[in-house]
């Protein structure tokens, strides 16, 4: 059973966590983003462990993608993986 995530809750989530990186609470902020992750992406570091290919193409995308936001995107998802116990 896929369970959806809480979209205003999660929307509520990231606004605390920009707002704990500008008042320079980067410990809090970064937990925040974390917690969004998990909520948005369960089971996303089981597949990368799993699936070596998968780390691959996030890494080109995030050295090739044209769009400076899209670019960030999947480096903040390389981040969350490392930070997660994926070896890459």
Do not use: W
């Not at 890494?59 to 670019?71: C, F, H, P, R, S």
């Amino acid at each position: 059973m896929m369970i959806e995530p809480n979209m205003d809750l999660l929307e509520a989530m990231r606004v605390e966590a920009n707002l704990c990186y500008e008042r320079g609470d980067d410990e809090d902020g970064d937990a925040l983003v974390k917690s969004i992750f998990d909520q948005i992406f369960p089971g996303l570091v089981e597949e990368a462990k799993r699936n070596p290919t998968f780390i691959y193409q996030l890494i080109v995308l995030a050295n090739t993608e044209k769009d400076e936001m899209k670019a960030t995107h999947y480096k903040s998802i390389l981040l969350y993986l490392k930070d997660n116990g994926v070896k890459f």
